[in-house]
């Protein structure tokens, strides 16, 4: 079944340990961490001393999503710090193979993120050596922002290589999902979505049952 990695850059942080628990015990899959730099994105956000200050909060997956220039100066403080999962940015890397390989040999899952913008092609020869590939679905760098309607077209097409290659790669995808297109992009091949407003504007967690059941029902 799909997976639901709320973002906790919605959450409000004075309140974050609750506001994490809250979402585990109503069936969050993955925690969805957005680490911003202000460089490869405007905005910054927060490090590795939040993630390990909540890392004992939570047993889901902690999926770390790296908005930050040249990530592998990182990768070790990330691990340390709780992740389970790093996603990083295929336009942040230079040698994006030596970066998910150095993430593989810490013993983490590798995603490869891509920006709108960004073609599927950059995962030709990638593509076998990651766990992940988060599709982004509006520009990176803030939350609450629409869903760009094309993403749907490029999650079909990335399921179908994956598909035809045989490969056990989970699609996520991140920004502008909702309880009322969250189903058509399930259908498009979404393994995992991300939503940080859908599911911290109002009652998280009847809104993460509502992502639950939308997921239950299309199994
Ligand atoms: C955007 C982040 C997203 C963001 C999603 O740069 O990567 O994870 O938190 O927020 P919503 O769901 O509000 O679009
Ligand atoms: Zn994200």
């Not at 890397?93 to 030596?98: A, V």
């Not at 891509?114 to 803030?142: C, Q, R, W």
């Not at 502008?176 to 939503?195: F, Q, R, T």
């Not at 109002?202 to 639950?212: A, Q, T, W, Y």
Request: net charge negative; glycine share 8%.
């Amino acid at each position: 079944m799909s997976k639901l990695a709320p973002s906790i850059l919605s959450a409000d942080f004075s309140q974050l340990g609750t506001e994490i628990e809250k979402i585990e015990q109503a069936g969050a899959d993955y925690i969805h961490i957005d680490v911003m730099d202000g460089m490869f994105v405007p905005s910054i956000s927060f490090g590795m001393p939040i993630i390990k200050s909540i890392r004992n909060k939570s047993k889901c997956v902690f999926d770390v999503h790296l908005m930050i220039e040249s990530p592998d100066r990182y990768l070790r403080d990330f691990k340390e710090a709780g992740a389970d999962l790093i996603t990083v940015h295929a336009e942040t890397c230079t040698h994006l193979d030596r970066t998910v390989t150095a993430i593989r040999e810490m013993g983490l899952k590798a995603g490869v993120a891509l920006n709108p913008a960004t073609p599927l092609s950059i995962l030709e020869y990638i593509l076998e050596k990651i766990d992940m590939v988060l599709i982004m679905s509006v520009n990176p760098g803030f939350g609450g922002q629409s869903f760009l309607p094309y993403s749907l077209k490029k999650i079909q097409e990335l399921k179908q290589i994956i598909l035809n290659r045989g490969l056990n790669v989970d699609i996520q995808v991140d920004g502008g999902v909702n309880l009322l297109n969250a189903k058509e992009i399930l259908e498009a091949g979404a393994d995992i979505l991300v939503a940080g407003t859908a599911v911290f504007s109002g009652d998280s967690i009847s809104n993460v049952e509502r992502f639950k059941e939308i997921m239950e029902n299309l199994r």
